[in-house]
């Protein structure tokens, strides 16, 4: 019953079936939640220390959410200091409830050697039974509930997320609670989920999804000798070593009460986030108090242009990009960088100027994108899954695969694009128009109420004001000037990581470092406009450091950790 939704998000959950309410359309267009004192989507204090819950009521004609802060001490159980602290998005007209429960643990806590306990821990969660009810009866009575029960993790946190019809609430939140306090941790499980991410790494990741082999390709670049280096799924080796009593210390040291953010949304019934607290509270350890994230040296400075090829018989050429940006959402810069994004490489849209010169003037693959954060597509849609934060990010351009014979010439295209963008910036019309297109496509992020949820919370991670109401009040005062100087202090197109799964990679290779100008070949017809700009990019010079040049054959990568 439980289905991976694609792996590169690590995450693993019974299949969801949101609905996309009309009346959120509605209210945006109307311009809910453009004041924080009477119409904010979610209003809280930054970094509270003490619960927050919020309630969708009537208000002048219109639905908006009315949040209080709950008493530190409210029902719980031992120091109110340590107890997890939660988000509430109570909507009583709601036939769902929705639980997210975010642990301060991801795959940069994996010990030396066992890449890959924070996601099998996970698993045995998210894909596992609880003390009373093995993983084969928990997945049987969860089914004529048509209730969800499932894990994401990525390098820094964990989310369990749960979603249930309001009838079946308590009975499904039993067993959701003891998931998480009394997982059964038996060797059936640890087996199944241990074999589960194994295969994720071989036969998926390296063998069938060359797409998301580039991409993690590139975070091993990027991030050599890093805790951000193994993918968050572990490595092959790190997996093999890992035993069950492993998985049972990782759960008893990292899963305390102090590194847990509790999240309710929808119908829950009044003071459900206070017991949901409560029992979070009386059944994992107290923890030290502090609940310190590991630290995080800085990436290596990358020199030149630094190629990574893996050799694999594809049938199309695979490209990455990308450097580490010193800037997460906590930064004011974050927000004229996304507007420069938007316009470069908003993903899977028409709206960026790679998409438009790469694909829709060209035709040279199917997409080409940009980003700023580590993104990954939550299932159908265009939108970032939510709750994958991260203290460090960098910025990347994903071009989809590419025929061989013009993977060279794409490759070229692209970092010139990336070239011109820092030189040139984006124009004031280009900037209104992406201005007034970004804020109204940030709307779309949170239309139910489990996507709101995940991004109050991650506002909680960042420690600022609910993000889809920053990037409202942000962008409204921004200008192209303050665009383009943002662009400037942190986008380059000199030290870049390249990452390329492509067949003959060393021909590859070497066509790349002889200098010589890229062909391009159309199957149809193309104007003199596009032809006179090919010759640029057919010869324009990629500065590569030739001893920062490797192949390797897919089946070596990530079995281990440099």
């Known amino acids: 019953m439980m289905r991976l939704r694609g792996w590169q998000l690590a995450r693993t959950r019974l299949r969801l079936r949101p609905t996309r309410p009309a009346w959120w359309l509605r209210l945006a267009s109307r311009g809910v939640a453009q004041s924080p004192a009477t119409r904010g989507l979610a209003i809280f204090p930054r970094r509270p220390q003490t619960g927050v819950t919020c309630r969708v009521v009537a208000c002048r004609g219109c639905l908006v959410l009315a949040c209080a802060v709950l008493a530190a001490g409210c029902g719980g159980a031992g120091d109110a200091s340590r107890q997890p602290r939660g988000i509430g998005l109570q909507t009583p007209s709601s036939p769902l409830v929705t639980l997210r429960v975010m642990v301060d643990t991801g795959s ?119 805790p951000y280096e193994a993918t968050e799924m572990g490595t092959e080796r790190g997996l093999a070593s890992i035993t069950l009593d492993d998985v049972r210390a990782f759960h008893r040291q990292l899963y305390t009460q102090d590194r847990v953010l509790v999240g309710v949304a929808g119908g829950y019934p009044d003071r459900f986030l206070e017991r949901v607290e409560r029992d979070l509270a009386g059944g994992l350890p107290a923890g030290d108090g502090a609940a310190a994230r590991r630290a ?77 954060e580590s993104f990954i597509q939550d299932g159908g849609s265009t939108f970032p899954v939510p709750n994958i934060p991260r203290r460090q990010q960098f910025f990347s351009i994903w071009i989809r695969p590419v025929p061989h014979h013009n993977a060279a010439f794409a490759l070229r295209q692209a970092v010139r694009e990336l070239a011109l963008l820092v030189e040139h910036g984006l124009s004031q019309e ?87 100008p890229s062909t391009v070949t159309y199957n149809t017809e193309v104007g003199e406009a596009i032809l006179a700009e090919d010759e640029a990019i057919r010869s324009y010079p990629l500065a590569i450091n030739r001893d920062r040049v490797r192949v390797v054959p897919a089946g070596e990568m990530f079995v281990e950790v440099s």
Request: hydrophobic share 40%.
């Open 296 to 372: 995080l040296p800085p990436p290596r400075a990358l020199d030149g242009i630094e190629l990574l090829l893996v050799e694999k018989d594809a049938i199309a050429t695979a490209i990455s990009i990308g450097f580490p940006i010193d800037i997460t959402r906590a930064d004011d810069d974050f927000y004229p960088l996304m507007v420069a994004n938007s316009y470069f490489g908003e993903h899977r849209t028409f709206n960026g100027r790679l998409m438009n010169q790469m694909r829709g003037m060209r035709g040279l693959n199917y997409g080409d994108y940009s980003y700023i």
């Open 108 to 226: 940069v806590d994996d010990p030396a050697g066992k890449n890959g306990l924070n996601a099998l821990t996970a698993l045995m969660i998210g894909r596992g039974g609880t003390t009373a009810l093995t993983y084969e009866e928990l997945t049987t009575t969860l089914y004529p509930w048509a209730a969800s029960i499932g894990v994401q993790y990525d390098k820094e946190v964990t989310t369990i997320i749960g979603e249930v019809h309001r009838d079946h609430l308590e009975p499904f939140y039993e067993i959701f609670r003891d998931l998480i306090v009394a997982p059964r941790l038996d060797v059936a499980d640890f087996e199944r989920n241990r074999d589960f991410l194994t295969n994720a790494i071989v036969a998926t990741l390296r063998g069938n999804d060359d797409e998301a082999l580039g991409k993690q390709t590139l975070n091993a670049l990027l991030y050599d000798a890093h």
């Open 430 to 516: 280009d900037f209104e128009a992406t201005r007034e297109y970004l804020v109204n496509y940030s709307k779309l992020y949170v239309q139910t109420a489990s996507r709101r949820l995940g991004y109050a919370m991650d506002s909680r991670f960042f420690d600022t004001g609910f993000f889809i109401d920053e990037i409202r009040t942000r962008l409204e005062s921004l200008t192209v000037t303050e665009v383009n100087a943002a662009i400037r202090r942190h986008l380059q197109a000199d030290n870049l990581g390249v990452a390329i799964v492509t067949r003959d990679a060393e021909a590859f290779r070497d066509a790349l470092l002889s200098g010589e």
